[in-house]
């Protein structure tokens, strides 16, 4: 049984699981990325229980930057084409282990990643291997709140989810 407590971080790839994959290349040649407002707020009621998140993508995009800057993702590691080396350095920057990390991908690059955190999470729409590596599947495909699923998932297990709920529950 995965010890829920011990997360501390969230680290989640970019295309296929904050978006759904799809990136639209513009005439004038920038980008276009859809981002859930679902996963958007669910990444803000991470933050006020008190926990990090990063981002670690195999891509450079304004798009990501941008939306990482708007929910105050403090960790941003962009076209990194070898990720377990990029975590294992932030991991050992902020003093936490793998047991404190959860991570979301959806693709290959993603499977050392997942495999070497305390709660590797596939999304719905993730290639098959990823998802049998995975501890996790979310019911919801990337760009579709499966991030969102998985904050919920970790926070109810450990009591937190409750304690943010007072917020938007309480009669004053």
């Not at 978006?19 to 290349?25: E, K, S």
């Not at 990090?52 to 960790?75: F, M, N």
């Not at 760009?143 to 699923?149: F, Q």
Request: charged fraction near 25%; charge should be negative.
């Amino acid at each position: 049984m995965q010890n829920f407590a011990d997360i501390k971080m969230l680290v989640m790839d970019v295309d296929g699981v904050l978006t759904d994959g799809a990136i639209i290349v513009n005439a004038d040649g920038t980008e276009t990325k859809s981002f859930s407002v679902l996963d958007g707020h669910g990444i803000r009621l991470w933050h006020r229980a008190g926990l990090e998140t990063a981002i670690i993508s195999g891509r450079a995009s304004g798009p990501t930057r941008l939306r990482a800057d708007q929910l105050g993702v403090k960790h941003v590691i962009e076209d990194c084409h070898y990720k377990l080396p990029a975590l294992e350095q932030l991991l050992e920057q902020i003093g936490l282990t793998p047991e404190n990390a959860a991570y979301i991908g959806d693709d290959i690059p993603d499977l050392p990643v997942i495999n070497y955190v305390g709660f590797g999470v596939a999304v719905a729409n993730a290639v098959d291997e990823v998802k049998k590596n995975a501890d996790y599947v979310t019911d919801s495909p990337g760009g579709r709140g499966a991030v969102r699923e998985v904050i919920e998932h970790i926070l109810k297990s450990t009591g937190k989810w409750s304690e943010l709920m007072e917020r938007y529950l309480s009669d004053e």
